[in-house]
């Protein structure tokens, strides 16, 4: 269990660990339980997050509660996975070193602190504020060790505490990202390092998917933010970040079945991949941005 460079979101003050189940704040004395898995409870409210998380299964309960490694190791999508990976990892690694202490914001089933966990480094926490995914990212990885259930929007991190902060996938669906972008600039030590991935959602195909051919998708979808690289590197920069790496990766067919389908088959999904990193760069599947805290503070 692991509560280092996490405040009491309560009083912001440190938390110290009384016993392998229970956690309490040095000043406002509140105390924090953890699960019969070890997983610390780091909220104010858990009943509140629970009913973010009730409400939001409404529109579609699996996303909240299905394994998500049909999306990443094992399913139709793992090739897709894979090449993400192995840029992400890529640019990382040159970044990392025996001392970094880095944070998976919305670390879900733990498909990424896996891989994260093999990478240098000197501590490495998940975090996310659904508890069903935490208990599955605590077997995926054999400990629990790596996570936290917890929300940044409660005041959760020291500031000036991490060397990197990985967000994948997690950003569109929040509604205050600009917010959050600035949360997790004061969290960082001055030059961290923030990588962030988000669907490239804003790009014309995907709006074709979205408005044109399948339609509906705009009603079921928990999405809330569709970016395009220009949009996020502006919220990026006002957030005090300055952009050191971007990518615009994959390919998106502009109708989901197929997608789905054409992805699930390595080879023509790494044809695919090739020519339109290449040739349509702007029409990708995903962006990612290698960003860092500049020293003059957020607005
Ligand atoms: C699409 S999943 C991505 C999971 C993981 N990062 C990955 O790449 O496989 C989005 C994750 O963000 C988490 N999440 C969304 N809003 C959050 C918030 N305010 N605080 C913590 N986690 C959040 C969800 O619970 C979910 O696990
Ligand atoms: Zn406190």
Same mark, same amino acid.
């Given at each position: 269990?692991?509560?280092?460079?996490?405040?009491?979101?309560?009083?912001?003050?440190?938390?110290?660990?009384?016993?392998?189940?229970?956690?309490?704040?040095?000043?406002?004395?509140?105390?924090?339980?953890?699960?019969?898995?070890?997983?610390?409870?780091?909220?104010?409210?858990?009943?509140?997050?629970?009913?973010?998380?009730?409400?939001?299964?409404?529109?579609?309960?699996?996303?909240?509660?299905?394994?998500?490694?049909?999306?990443?190791?094992?399913?139709?999508?793992?090739?897709?996975?894979? +090449?993400?990976?192995?840029?992400?990892?890529?640019?990382?690694?040159? +970044?990392?070193?025996?001392?970094?202490?880095?944070?998976?914001?919305?670390?879900?089933?733990?498909?990424?602190?896996?891989?994260?966990?093999?990478?240098? +480094?000197?501590?490495?926490?998940?975090?996310?504020?659904?508890?069903?995914?935490?208990?599955?990212?605590?077997?995926?990885?054999?400990?629990?060790?790596?996570?936290?259930? *917890?929300?940044?929007?409660?005041?959760?991190?020291?500031?000036?505490?991490?060397?990197?902060?990985?967000?994948?996938?997690?950003?569109?669906?929040?509604?205050?990202?600009?917010?959050?972008?600035?949360?997790?600039?004061?969290?960082?030590?001055?030059?961290?390092?923030?990588?962030?991935?988000?669907?490239?959602? *804003?790009?014309?195909?995907?709006?074709?998917?979205?408005?044109?051919?399948?339609?509906?998708?705009?009603?079921?979808?928990? +999405?809330?933010?569709?970016?395009?690289?220009?949009?996020?590197?502006?919220?990026?920069?006002?957030?005090?970040?300055?952009?050191?790496?971007?990518?615009?990766?994959?390919?998106?067919?502009?109708?989901?079945?197929?997608?789905?389908?054409?992805?699930?088959?390595?080879?023509?999904?790494?044809?695919?991949?090739?020519?339109?990193?290449?040739?349509?760069?702007?029409?990708?599947?995903?962006?990612?941005?290698?960003?860092?805290?500049?020293?003059?503070?957020?607005?």
């Amino acid at each position: 269990m692991n509560i280092e460079y996490i405040c009491c979101p309560n009083c912001k003050n440190p938390l110290v660990k009384i016993d392998s189940l229970r956690i309490e704040c040095s000043q406002c004395q509140k105390k924090y339980s953890a699960t019969d898995t070890n997983i610390p409870l780091i909220v104010n409210d858990k009943e509140k997050i629970e009913s973010e998380i009730e409400n939001r299964k409404k529109h579609k309960e699996e996303w909240y509660c299905d394994d998500q490694i049909f999306t990443t190791g094992l399913g139709p999508y793992r090739f897709v996975f894979e +090449h993400r990976v192995n840029y992400w990892t890529g640019i990382l690694k040159k +970044h990392l070193g025996d001392e970094s202490v880095i944070l998976d914001y919305g670390c879900g089933d733990g498909a990424n602190l896996k891989i994260l966990a093999k990478l240098p +480094h000197k501590l490495l926490i998940g975090i996310d504020y659904n508890l069903i995914r935490l208990e599955r990212a605590v077997k995926n990885l054999n400990s629990p060790d790596y996570v936290v259930l *917890g929300n940044a929007f409660e005041n959760l991190f020291v500031e000036n505490s991490f060397d990197v902060i990985f967000c994948n996938h997690v950003l569109e669906h929040i509604n205050e990202d600009y917010e959050l972008l600035k949360i997790f600039n004061k969290a960082l030590k001055p030059g961290g390092i923030l990588l962030l991935g988000v669907p490239n959602e *804003g790009a014309f195909i995907s709006k074709l998917r979205d408005f044109v051919l399948q339609p509906y998708i705009r009603f079921f979808t928990d +999405h809330v933010n569709f970016y395009t690289l220009k949009n996020l590197k502006g919220k990026l920069s006002k957030a005090n970040f300055e952009v050191i790496v971007e990518k615009q990766i994959g390919f998106v067919f502009p109708f989901s079945f197929i997608d789905r389908y054409l992805k699930s088959k390595e080879k023509i999904c790494a044809f695919l991949n090739n020519v339109v990193e290449k040739y349509f760069p702007s029409q990708s599947d995903a962006l990612y941005i290698l960003a860092r805290k500049k020293n003059e503070s957020a607005e």
